[in-house]
Structure formats: C-alpha cells, structure tokens
C-alpha cells in the first residue's frame, strides 16, 4: 500500500514552495474578509440592540436579533477557515514554526484567549435572545467586540512580528536561546499595524452590512428596518474612515523608515533618490526602469518627510542585493495594490464626508439614489480595499517570511503534495463561499417571507412560549456536555 | 517549567477528548441515523445538543496548536512535516463539519438539509480517525526527532494508528451517546434516552475491545509506552477501566447523571495514561520534554495566559453550560417563533 502511495506521490512530485504560498494566500484572503464581521458586526449589532432595548425601538430590536442569526452562520464558517491557518503553519510552514515558533507563537497564546471568549458569549448571545432578560442579554453581548478586537490585535501581532522581528536572542548557530514576550508583542510593527487592521474591520464590516441595506432600499423596501440597517453601520465606517487614514499615513511612514525596500516597492523606487515622484499606476520593467503611469513630480518624497520636503531621499530597491528584494513582478504587484487601496480608499472617504455634509448641512442622512447606489457598492469595493493593504504588507515583504531573517523558501514544507491540498482546499472554499452568500440570502428572504412586527418575532417575549412551539423547541435545549 | 507546559497540553488534550470529542461523537451517530424520516428524531436531539457548545469546545483544539508550536517547535516541525497527509485530511475534515452543521441549521429543504448534514456526519468521523492515527503514530515513535520528516505513510498507517484511529471513533460515539441519553432524559424524551443508551453499551463494548487490541499492539509496536502502562501508568489505565466498566453498569440501571460523569472519567484516564506513561518524552524515545522545550521566557507567557485563560475563560464556560443546561438558550436556528416553515424542518 505505502508503495503504491509513493509511486503516485513521486509522479505528482513538484517544487513545493509556490504551491504553500498560493495555498496561504488564497485561504488567508478569504479568511480575511470573514474577520471584519467578527470583529466589528457584533459592535453594530449592540448598538441596534441597545437603542432596541432603552428606546421601545423594534425596528432596532428586530435588527439586532437578525443580525445575531447571520453572525452566527459567519461566525462558525470564520471559525474553522480560522483553524485551517492554524492547521496550515504547520502543514505549509513547518519550518518556520520550528525555527521561531517559540516566539512568533506567543501571541498566539493570547489570542487563544481571547478566541475563547468570543466563541462563548457568542454563542450565549445568540442562543440567549428568548430566555434571558433584556439587559442580561445585552451584557452577555459586550464581551464579543472587546474579544474580538483583542484577539484579532493579538493575530496582526504575530504578523508584525515577521515584519519586525524583535524579544530574542539567538546563539551562535542561529538558535532562539532566549525570548522576551513582551517584546515579541508589541514589536515596533505592531501597534500602527494592529490599529490599521482593526479600523479596517470597522469599515469593511460597516460598508459591507450597509451596502446590503442600501441595495434593500433601492429595491423599493424603504422602512424604517432598512433605514436603521444602513445608518447604524455606515455611521460606524464613516467614523472610521477619516481615523484610518490617518493611520495608514503614519503606518507608510513607518515602513518607509524600518522596512525601506518594501517602500520602494511601494513607491516604485528603482535607484535610490530624492525628488521622487509619485507615480500612479505604472509598470516597472525588468531592466529597472518604470513605464506609463501618471508621476507627480516630487510628491513621494515629500509624503516621506513632510519636514524636508522634495530633497527627502527614498531608498531604492537598488539599495540591497538582487535576491534580497521583491522580484519585478512582485515590485509591480505591491505597487498596483497600493494604488488600488490609496485609490479606493480616498473614494470611500469621500463618501463618508458626502454622508457628514448632509448630516450637517440638512439634519438628516442623504437618500437620492445615488448615493444608496454608491453605498451599494461600498461593501465590495472596501473589501477589495482590504485585500491590496494586506497584499501590500505580505507581497511586499517577499522573499522573507521574517523580514531579514528567514527566507520564505527555507520556511516551507518538503512535501510535495501540496498542489493536492492546494487543489482540495480551492475546490472546498469556492463551494463554501457560494454556499455562505446562498445560505444568508435565503436566511435573508425567509426573514422578508415572515413579514413585519408579528408578535411571537419580537425577542425577550413572554417566557412562557406559544403552546404550539412547546413539543418542538423548547422541550429539549440543552447542552451536550457535563 | 517545561513539566508544567506538558500538564496544561496533557489537560488540554484531554477536555478536547472528552468536550469536542463528544461532538464528533454525535456526527458518527447522525451519520447512521437513516434515512431523513427514521433519523429525524436522534438527528433534532443531536441538533440541539451540539449547536450551543462546538464552536467552544472546538477551541482547545486551536489551544492546543497553539501551545504545541509555541512550546514545542522542534517536535511541532517534525509532526506537521511527518503527518503532513492525516493532518491534511483532518483540515479539510473540520471545515466540512463546522460549516456543514451550520448550514444545515441555517436551511429548511431537506434535499439541502441531508446535503450539509452528511458533510457534518462523514467529516465528523474522519476527523478523529485522523487525530487518532496521528497519536498513534506518535506513541509508536514513527516522528523522528530533529525537525525531520518521517515516513508520510506508514507513520500513520501503521497498526498502533490504525487501532488508535478506530478507537477514537469508538470512544467519541460512546461519549456522545452517553451525553445524549443524559439530554433526553432531561427532555423527558424516553424513547430516545432508550435509543442512546443502547448505543452507548455497543458503543463502550466496540472501545473495550478496541483498547484491548490496542494494549497487544502497543506491546510490539510501542514498548516504551507499554511499558509506561504498566508501570507508572497503571493506576490511571486502572481508574479508567474501573470507571468504564461501572458506567456501563449505571447505563445499565439507567442512572444516567452519574453514568456521565464516569464515563468522561474513563475517557480522560486513556488521554492521561497515554501522556503518563510517554513521560519524559514528547516523541518517545528520541526527543524529551525538556530537550523540546522553548526558552523560559517564552514558557513564562504561556503560563501566564494560561492562568489568564483560567481567570477570564473558565467563568464564561461555566456560564454558557449552566445556561444550556438550564434550558435558557434554546436553539432556535433559522425558524424561529412563529415561523410557518417550522415544519417543513425534520428535527
């Protein structure tokens, strides 16, 4: 049998590394779209449940209870593409783990914590909304974004350990002898790059649930439900918005100062220089020299540091060795991405002062179609926002997997049938995305099907339940464990 | 400090054995439930059983990784590259179950309903084969140490994997029929108290046979952990097989609170045995405890988040199970109150 098996191994043996990058990729990519919800729906949705329970609102009540039903769905499917990282660090990077996981992994100590947390007032959460009493209910949803910003600053950690390595010591063969926790925490990189991934959240997670009901609305269900669907989470982006640039601001800055050839490949920088421009789009060839685009004269190195303005020096990619520094196609690559989020994210901005102006100037949220249009696509386009910063970060950080410390081919796993999983796990996501977004939308009609404000819909009803539901339901609840 | 790291992993290995273990356990018991009317009953049970706690018992799985690879990185590195293919499987096993359940809730057509619920019950099985076969392999010394590879085949298709692979099977689907009678009781569900409590005997007869072959191959494959077992181990292996055996008997009489609690008892004892009687190695015979072990500072923080962990986690599990148990988080899925699809939904 083991013979058989190896014969078919060694026929689909095949160089590894690139399938565990594509593979990583593609499983983190969609992760990350999930991480949004976690982080910042459970937010929005006390604030629905909040103004539900203080102000008789049962549009904001029923909200609440809906969304709860989603988060659920989103939250177990985030769960195990979660656990499939987990899983893959060691399936695709076992190398790495064994190398640095005593201290890459530290943060993930925490973060285990803080997962934990969540996926138990989750679930007391939504399971609790019939049972427990109004404000009880509440409370035990209070500890689910705490949680998940935690645990998600606890993740972006570790990641910004890899760009900023730091609280080791290493012996002369290269061995970590020595760890200092608190410093593999809250590494150099950490604290702007956390912040940036959470206020993500905030936004993503905001423009994606209120472009669903801007699309409700420009579908003719203009009520108070569909109003209240979009205000609340747009009201959450739009806040967010004007912080994260601010943010992203400082964050360059930072990599333009620790982290110099990414920012060159950011910025498109062949040979080191002041004066540069900022070139939007554009191409790099191979011998070095950038194409097309649209340069404005002097704007990258004044973005840099504002203080010396157009004489700032940008360090180029010429500035380390060839094989230490992004390839062409992936210099091209990191500087599209940039691009594509700069870009987009400036128009979402806009949106959001679009959305202020009329709060100020006209007391009241503006409603033409144009707007819900632009809103109904803010979801996506957020997303996409999302992705380039995090390809940004990632592709730009190539070929280390710890920046200056560790290649990513000296990281991955020798076996060869990584394109199978690779393959295996493409197939299993694709279905499992459609079958997310099918699932939601048919939890979303059947919701719409039962219609308003029947008595028996609205949560924290009287707690003897209709005579009907009894044989059914609530004969039989409970917990599967001792 | 190293011994210390080793207990909390040993710990948490055993409450994912006996917690998630459990709700693998009721996916084996889905699966061969029959066809969607015959099944319906034992399927609505297991629904509501498992619905309110995996997703948390499914995170010491993650603690447990986690405390692995932070504490452990040389042994870490020479499991994941030997047991690359039933980790795999084990990956792509999870992300069937955890979705799968969750969408059979979140629908009401029954064609999607069976759809969802055999990823659930298939992958609900294959799973602890997998993690199984990997302790096995383990146990039996087929990881080298030296952040090696070993052989990707025969570690984990070797007898000790296969027989411990079946055996967490076995001992998955006695732990959930056992809890599930105890849930029908409270459900003043005679029928299916009966019908559990059935499988729960054929279930605990299937694993005393399996531990018994699993003994005689232990002997030859893995002398160091028979020996173990015999030795330093054998109280542990004793407590279990004494607690195993007077659960049946409970089941036998129908006192299913107690029942529960020895059975768990008797599942803990295998998981604590084995990491008994492996002591002082992590991957016996080449590579120790100590000689894995990361520096002390790193060792330091994951003692203090698991105190941390004691502090802010174990007041909320206790909270959510005397909830569930109360009945005061009732499972309400998709078709809540007044839904007039409730019943197009088996279960």
Redesign the interface.
């Known amino acids: 049998?083991?013979g058989t098996?190896?014969d078919l191994?060694a026929v689909a043996s095949v160089n590894p590394v690139p399938w565990a990058r594509s593979q990583m990729a593609f499983t983190l990519a969609f992760h990350i779209i999930l991480v949004p919800l976690g982080v910042s729906w459970s937010f929005m949705t006390l604030i629905a449940n909040y103004r539900g329970v203080r102000h008789q609102d049962k549009a904001a009540l029923l909200l609440a209870q809906r969304w709860s039903?989603y988060m659920?769905?989103t939250?177990?499917?985030g769960?195990?593409?979660?656990?499939?990282l987990?899983?893959?660090?060691?399936?695709l990077w076992?190398?790495f783990?064994?190398?640095?996981?005593?201290?890459f992994?530290?943060p993930?100590?925490?973060?285990?914590?803080f997962?934990?947390?969540e996926?138990?007032?989750?679930?007391?959460y939504i399971?609790?909304?019939?049972?427990?009493s109004p404000w009880a209910h509440f409370w035990t949803g209070v500890?689910i974004p705490v949680a998940g910003v935690l645990g998600a600053a606890s993740v972006v950690a570790a990641n910004a350990w890899m760009n900023s390595p730091s609280g080791f010591t290493l012996d002369s063969d290269g061995n970590?002898?020595?760890?200092?926790?608190w410093k593999v925490i809250f590494n150099d990189a950490m604290p702007l790059q956390a912040t940036h991934m959470l206020i993500a959240a905030y936004v993503v997670g905001g423009l994606l649930i209120a472009s669903v009901y801007a699309v409700g609305i420009l579908r003719g269900r203009d009520d108070r439900y569909h109003r209240l669907g979009l205000i609340i989470p747009f009201t959450v982006a739009a806040i967010a918005l004007p912080i994260q640039m601010a943010v992203g601001d400082a964050l360059a800055r930072w990599v333009y100062n620790e982290q110099p050839v990414k920012f060159a490949a950011i910025e498109m920088v062949p040979k080191t220089r002041s004066d540069v421009p900022e070139t939007l789009l554009g191409h790099l060839s191979s011998n070095g020299t950038v194409s097309g685009g649209l340069p404005i004269p002097g704007l990258a190195s004044w973005l840099s540091d504002p203080s010396t303005g157009k004489s700032t020096v940008v360090k180029g990619l010429d500035s380390v060795p060839a094989d230490t520094r992004p390839t062409t196609a992936e210099v091209n690559v990191v500087h599209l991405a940039w691009d594509v989020m700069v870009g987009l994210g400036t128009l979402l901005f806009l949106l959001a002062v679009w959305y202020a102006a009329a709060l100020v100037f006209r007391r009241r949220m503006p409603t033409g179609r144009w707007f819900l249009r632009a809103v109904a696509c803010s979801g996506i386009l957020a997303v996409v926002t999302m992705e380039a910063g995090w390809v940004v970060t990632e592709v730009g950080r190539q070929p280390w997997i710890v920046y200056n410390r560790m290649r990513v081919e000296d990281a991955a796993?020798?076996?060869s049938?990584v394109w199978?999983?690779f393959v295996?796990?493409f197939v299993?996501?694709a279905a499992?995305g459609v079958?997310?977004i099918l699932?939601l939308r048919?939890?979303s009609r059947?919701f719409r099907r039962?219609g308003g404000f029947?008595?028996?819909?609205v949560p924290y009803?009287p707690s003897g339940?209709?005579a009907q539901?009894e044989p059914?339901?609530?004969?039989?609840?409970?917990?599967?464990?001792? | 400090m190293s011994t210390l790291v080793a207990i909390v992993l040993l710990l948490a290995l055993t409450a994912y054995a006996v917690l998630a273990g459990a709700d693998f356990g009721a996916g084996f018991w889905d699966l061969i439930a029959g066809g969607p009317e015959q099944g319906e009953r034992p399927r609505g049970l297991i629904e509501r059983s498992v619905g309110p706690v995996w997703e948390a018992n499914h995170v010491w799985l993650i603690f447990i990784l986690v405390v692995t690879w932070t504490a452990f990185p040389i042994a870490y590195q020479s499991i994941w590259l030997t047991m690359f293919v039933p980790l795999s499987i084990a990956a792509l096993g999870i992300v069937l179950r955890g979705s799968g359940f969750a969408f059979r809730k979140a629908v009401t057509q029954v064609r999607f309903r069976r759809l969802f619920g055999g990823a659930f019950a298939i992958s609900s099985v294959l799973v602890p084969f997998c993690m199984g076969a990997v302790a096995g392999g383990i146990a039996s010394g087929q990881v080298p140490s030296g952040g090696k590879a070993g052989d990707p085949v025969d570690s984990w298709l070797n007898a000790t994997s296969v027989v411990t692979g079946l055996l967490a099977i076995a001992v998955a689907a006695y732990l959930a029929a056992v809890y599930l009678v105890w849930d029908a009781r409270r459900a003043d569900d005679l029928a299916m108290a009966h019908y559990f409590r059935r499988r729960a005997q054929s279930a605990a007869v299937v694993a005393g046979v399996l531990s018994v072959i699993g003994i005689v191959v232990v002997h030859s494959e893995a002398p160091h952990v028979f020996d173990g077992l015999t030795s330093r181990a054998l109280p542990v292996v004793v407590l279990s097989v004494v607690c195993g055996t007077a659960a049946l008997v409970l089941l036998a009489r129908d006192a299913a609170r107690g029942a529960r609690v020895l059975a768990v008892l008797a599942v803990a004892g295998i998981i604590v045995a084995w990491g008994v009687a492996q002591w002082p190695y992590l991957l016996p015979e080449t590579l120790s405890v100590s000689h894995a072990a990361a520096p002390s500072g790193t060792l330091t923080a994951l003692v203090v988040a698991v105190v941390l962990a004691v502090l802010v986690v174990l007041p909320g599990f206790v909270l959510l199970f005397v909830l569930a148990q109360r009945r005061l988080l009732p499972d309400e899925g998709v078709p809540d109150v007044g839904d007039a699809s409730l019943h197009d939904v088996p279960g």
């Open positions: 049998m083991s098996v190896s191994l039903k659920a769905l939250f177990a499917v769960a195990v593409t979660g656990t499939v987990s899983f893959e660090f060691g399936l076992p190398r783990m064994g190398r640095w996981g005593d201290a992994g530290v993930f100590a925490f973060e285990g914590i997962f934990f947390t996926a138990i007032f989750v679930t007391i399971f609790g909304w019939r049972r427990l500890p970590i002898v020595d760890v200092d926790p796993t020798g076996n049938g199978i999983t295996g796990l299993l996501y499992l079958t997310t699932v048919s939890m059947r039962r029947v008595d028996d819909d009803g339940p209709p539901r059914t339901d609530d004969s039989a609840k409970v917990g599967s464990s001792p």
